[in-house]
């Protein structure tokens, strides 16, 4: 029987760009998902190729049940069960999603501290407020100390979490005292960030630890060294220095892309260039510049979680999720992406051969074949990012008649960072989450559910919007990071007009009492971190419970 093709996306921008991308000859995610079928075995987790000995393949029989005869056959070289091998891949998974983000949260904490130390002169600390409360929660002195005294500390404090090896990550005491314990009692504390993601490898390597029971309880152990350590740390550490974010106005998706500009993509996941690039896109003399190549300006926007990271502290536009990112370039109109670490498809060199795009790489860790390396250096970033974008101007000029840029573009609102939550439903003077839990109490609003993650073309793309509209539709307030909320956004969710239009009367109600959309965009992906700390303040402000588990809380990652 022939399989039922899916449908691409429900964005008709994407729709439109794919017909312009096949028109043009260009592969994208899309047609290369359509032409390569997952594996079945690998999409089961019932592969391993840890050793020589493999790979090993143990699949479940097909169009049956599995009989004990084919259970004791499921089994690796090394005798691994298919349980086993699962396991171990999951754990795996997570250790690299673990280290990915963690190594971000690394990053920022080099960069805080050479901001402290005065040799990133680029940057300066900007939430001081959020300073002061990290170096109490540490117990760092402030007395007549200044801000980059206090941060020198802060930094070295959250950067030795990397390497300890014992005792427990610091930002644990943040969650509620029965989750705690509950963590301590199952064995699942992280006890220094680098040491869960080395310990996750080792126990999955061949011969090692061979119980799955044991090998997803490392796995959690390793989550919580992401959540609690890493991806938090970097947001902790990115609102200190760039700014904590508050409501702020702007537009998604590919529309905001120009005709008559230099445009300019920042792509990928780490802020420290696209903080500056924001600024230093407003230099008059680069715009000076933009014009004596033809251009009337220099038009900046954001893709992926670097986007959110700018728009959040910013306002600057997005022009689309994961999956829009080859089809930027497949508009004809962009002269330059520039991208770091994380997200970025390899795919981007092919696309942008067919075109005049640049594709820039900024990052020391990641390197692409057909791309620019300009390596962005924090410590003469300005100079860095001027480059960049110099390079960019200097495309212009090389643009082709092929252009196509999709009319659609929809406003938003963004910045909603788990203090600024926390000020709008109490206000200035007595910031709390309780009028939240008064509403979960009386009825108006049933639960909070934290909707994020990536696209994946193996799914219609942007199909999670079905399942926030049914929630707010039944009195969910949502919360989104990731590519999920550009996906939110682009569908008109994030204004607070939208509670009129499409949620229940309940929770409508509390969003216009308050002023708030009924989905709200509380950042880039490790800013999952931001929905920990929402979800712990609504145990703290009580009425609900005593444990996170108490609450009518959910989260998903639907397309992933
Ligand atoms: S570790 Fe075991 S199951 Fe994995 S490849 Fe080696 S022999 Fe096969
Ligand atoms: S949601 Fe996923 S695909 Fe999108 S930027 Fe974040 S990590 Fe990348």
Same mark, same amino acid.
């Given at each position: 029987m022939a399989e039922k093709e899916i449908k691409k996306?429900?964005?008709?921008?994407?729709?439109?760009?794919?017909?312009?991308?096949?028109?043009?000859?260009?592969?994208?995610?899309?047609?290369?998902a359509a032409?390569? @079928?997952?594996?079945?075995?690998?999409?089961?987790?019932?592969?391993?190729?840890?050793?020589?000995?493999?790979?090993?393949?143990?699949?479940?029989?097909?169009?049956? !049940?599995?009989?004990?005869?084919?259970?004791?056959?499921?089994?690796?070289?090394?005798?691994?069960?298919?349980?086993?091998? =699962?396991?171990r891949n999951f754990a795996r998974m997570i250790a690299a999603g673990t280290a990915s983000h963690c190594d971000h949260g690394r990053e920022v904490t080099k960069i805080f501290l050479a901001v402290a130390k005065g040799?990133?002169?680029?940057?300066?600390?900007?939430?001081?407020? @959020?300073?002061?409360?990290?170096?109490?929660?540490?117990?760092?002195?402030?007395?007549?100390?200044?801000?980059?005294?206090?941060?020198?500390?802060?930094?070295?404090?959250?950067?030795?979490?990397?390497?300890?090896?014992?005792?427990?990550?610091?930002?644990? @005491?943040? =969650?509620?005292? /029965?989750?705690?314990?509950l963590w301590r009692k199952q064995g699942v504390v992280p006890r220094g960030i680098d040491r869960e993601v080395t310990e996750a490898m080792h126990r999955t390597h061949m011969g090692t630890d061979q119980d799955y029971h044991s090998l997803l309880r490392?796995?959690?152990?390793?989550?919580?060294?992401?959540?609690?350590?890493?991806?938090?740390?970097?947001? !902790?550490?990115?609102?200190?220095?760039?700014?904590?974010p508050s409501p702020v106005a702007s537009q998604i998706n590919l529309g905001v892309l120009k005709q008559d500009e230099v445009n300019i993509i920042i792509h990928g996941h780490e802020p420290y260039l696209a903080?500056?690039?924001?600024?230093?896109?407003?230099?008059?003399?680069?715009?000076?510049? &933009?014009?004596?190549?033809? +251009?009337?300006?220099?038009?900046?926007?954001?893709?992926?979680?670097?986007?959110?990271?700018?728009?959040?502290?910013?306002?600057?536009?997005?022009?689309?999720?994961?999956?829009?990112?080859?089809? +930027?370039?497949?508009?004809?109109?962009? !002269?330059?992406?520039?991208?770091?670490?994380?997200?970025?498809?390899?795919?981007?060199?092919?696309?942008?051969?067919?075109y005049h795009t640049k594709?820039?790489?900024?990052?020391?860790? &990641?390197?692409?074949?057909?791309?620019?390396?300009?390596?962005?250096?924090?410590?003469?970033?300005?100079?860095?990012?001027?480059?960049?974008?110099?390079? &960019?101007?200097?495309n212009f000029p090389n643009r082709g008649k092929n252009v196509r840029i999709p009319k659609e573009k929809t406003d938003l609102i963004a910045g909603f960072?788990?203090?600024?939550?926390?000020?709008l439903l109490g206000g200035m003077f007595r910031a709390s989450y309780r009028p939240l839990n008064d509403n979960i109490i009386n009825g108006r609003i049933r639960g909070v559910a934290g909707v994020v993650g990536c696209n994946n073309p193996r799914v219609t793309h942007d199909m999670q919007l079905a399942m926030v509209k049914e929630l707010i539709k039944n009195d969910v307030l949502v919360l989104q990071?990731?590519?999920?909320?550009?996906?939110?956004? /682009?569908?008109?969710?994030?204004?607070?007009?939208?509670?009129?239009?499409?949620?229940?009367?309940g929770l409508a109600s509390v969003c216009e009492a308050v002023g708030i959309p009924p989905v709200l965009h509380v950042g880039a992906c490790i800013d999952n971190s931001r929905l920990l700390m929402a979800a712990t303040a609504m145990v703290k402000d009580g009425g609900l419970g005593d444990d996170l588990s108490d609450l009518p809380v959910v989260g998903a990652a639907p397309e992933w």
């Open positions: 996306s429900i964005d008709s921008a994407t729709v439109d760009m794919l017909e312009k991308a096949s028109s043009d000859g260009v592969s994208t995610a899309f047609s290369r032409t390569m @079928k997952p594996c079945p075995i690998g999409a089961e987790g019932s592969c391993c190729s840890n050793c020589a000995m493999g790979p090993c393949r143990v699949p479940m029989p097909r169009g049956r !049940e599995e009989t004990l005869e084919d259970k004791q056959k499921r089994k690796g070289v090394c005798g691994a069960t298919a349980e086993t091998i =699962a396991a040799e990133a002169p680029g940057y300066k600390i900007k939430d001081e407020q @959020k300073l002061l409360q990290l170096a109490l929660d540490f117990g760092i002195k402030i007395g007549d100390r200044s801000n980059n005294e206090i941060a020198i500390d802060v930094g070295q404090t959250l950067s030795d979490e990397f390497g300890k090896q014992e005792g427990e990550l610091l930002f644990l @005491k943040r =969650a509620p005292l /029965k989750r705690q314990e490392h796995g959690v152990r390793t989550a919580l060294a992401d959540g609690w350590g890493g991806s938090m740390i970097a947001t !902790e550490l990115q609102d200190v220095l760039f700014g904590t903080e500056i690039i924001a600024v230093v896109a407003q230099d008059p003399e680069l715009i000076d510049y &933009a014009k004596s190549k033809g +251009a009337k300006g220099i038009n900046l926007a954001g893709m992926c979680c670097t986007a959110n990271e700018i728009l959040m502290r910013h306002g600057i536009p997005i022009a689309g999720n994961f999956l829009q990112q080859e089809l +930027a370039i497949v508009t004809g109109a962009l !002269e330059a992406i520039v991208v770091d670490v994380q997200c970025v498809m390899q795919g981007l060199a092919d696309a942008a051969s067919c594709v820039i790489t900024t990052d020391r860790r &990641a390197h692409m074949q057909g791309a620019t390396h300009m390596e962005f250096d924090e410590h003469k970033g300005t100079q860095s990012a001027k480059a960049i974008l110099k390079a &960019a101007i200097d960072s788990h203090e600024t939550i926390n000020y990071t990731g590519c999920m909320a550009m996906a939110s956004a /682009k569908a008109g969710l994030m204004v607070p007009e939208a509670a009129a239009k499409y949620a229940g009367a």
